[in-house]
């Protein structure tokens, strides 16, 4: 009898002693990669009645976290004065630049960075190899103001960088960019520009 008091003792001991430890904590695998703005792209199109434009702006900042090998966030800053039109020479390249760089347009001087920063992924089931493999939703902001939008991507993870590729469209006149819209201005005919402008970026980062 005292042998068993003494077991059941020797046991409550080590049960409270254990209680009594803190919990192994999951060490996290989350990393981050940081955006090169040299290696990385953002080009741009918009369409007007008689033609369009394309060209490139630069990113100033950016990051990428991976959990694994999968994408859970990532911010990015582009530099808004870098606004570039590539189509044009000249003249005419030099008054495309000034004007997207004017109020009418992107108000650079006041608003230098336009941001993205990422809310939320999934993954696409059954992407192809080499094909969009995420869907994201993000905060845009331009100008000052702030919406949401969606789009798909792919992401190509490794140890050493990760590569995304995204094209979508931006309706202007969600940040304040109402210059030849039809929306806003009757009567303007062939001197309208379309509401929807199309981005591809292309973000490579490393550790």
């Given at each position: ?46 369409k007007?009645v008689?033609?369009?434009h ?15 090998k ?107 960019i ?30």
């Amino acid at each position: 009898m005292k042998k068993t008091i003494a077991l059941a003792t020797i046991a409550m001991f080590g049960l409270t002693a254990f209680a009594g430890q803190p919990a192994k904590t999951q060490k996290s695998t989350e990393d981050t990669y940081k955006v090169s703005a040299e290696k990385s792209t953002f080009k741009w199109n918009a369409k007007k009645v008689t033609g369009e434009h394309s060209g490139e702006a630069k990113f100033s900042t950016g990051s990428i976290m991976v959990n694994g090998k999968n994408l859970v966030g990532g911010a990015f800053e582009v530099d808004m004065t870098s606004i570039n039109a590539t189509d044009l020479q000249g003249e005419y390249h030099d008054k495309l630049n000034g004007h997207l760089k004017s109020d009418d347009f992107f108000a650079v001087e006041k608003f230098k960075t336009a941001t993205l920063k990422i809310k939320s992924v999934s993954t696409i089931k059954d992407a192809i190899v080499g094909s969009n493999n995420y869907n994201v939703v993000a905060d845009l902001t331009i100008k000052g103001i702030t919406k949401e939008v969606s789009f798909p991507a792919m992401v190509v993870i490794t140890k050493e960088q990760v590569i995304t590729n995204a094209e979508f469209d931006i309706d202007r006149t969600n940040y304040d960019i109402k210059y030849g819209s039809g929306k806003f201005f009757e009567g303007i005919g062939d001197k309208a520009i379309m509401d929807n402008f199309n981005v591809k970026v292309r973000l490579i980062a490393t550790k």
